[in-house]
């Protein structure tokens, strides 16, 4: 019997929660990681944040007991309150670093909407390894997107996909 095929995920924190919160609404993260696993057979989920915040243990406490990897950008300590959250080469990085490694996985889920993860995701399809790249919003959909076939992406603000993940 053939072993089930499962995808990882790779989301951007900032652009998330961003593009989220300032269309009025929150994802509860718990609900968003089943949404991962039971929609695109996520088993692996890893959420990228700008760098640590004292402030923010809550934050990093609910997502990694909503079955997430919290991964944080590096900063030199006396840049830290200077930089934005930026991981975006962490992501790129990460999951061009596990198609190079790995062989136990089939393709990649990336929830951001920024335009600087066109080149992979262009690649990933190429490849035939983006399973979906999920927009916080329409908004967030850079426009270098505007001629990504509908079936590799989503927006999780469509009314049926929100229903499942938001906080209520």
């Known amino acids: 019997m053939a072993k089930e095929e499962v995808n990882l995920a790779f989301i951007d924190g900032q652009n998330l929660h961003l593009g989220t919160t300032q269309k009025g ?10 949404y991962l696993r039971d929609k695109y057979r996520v088993a692996e989920a890893s959420y990228f944040l700008g760098f640590t915040d004292d402030a923010q243990q809550d934050l990093y406490g609910n997502l990694q007991r909503a079955g997430f990897i ?7 300590a006396a840049l830290r309150a200077a930089k934005k959250g930026n991981a975006d080469t962490d992501i ?4 061009m670093k596990a198609l190079i490694e790995r062989d136990d996985f089939g393709k990649i889920v990336l929830v951001s909407g920024d335009g600087d993860y066109k080149k ?5 399809i190429r490849k035939g390894r ?14 270098l997107y505007r001629r990504l076939a509908p079936q590799y992406f989503d927006y999780l603000e469509a009314p049926a996909i929100k229903a499942k993940i938001a906080h209520t």
């Open 92 to 95: 790129v990085f990460e999951a």
């Open 120 to 124: 992979l995701v262009d690649y990933l």
């Open 70 to 76: 919290v991964c944080f950008r590096e900063h030199h």
């Open 25 to 34: 609404w929150k994802i509860n993260y718990r609900r968003l990681r089943i």
């Open 130 to 143: 983006l399973e979906k790249i999920l927009f916080p919003n329409r908004q967030f959909a850079s426009s």
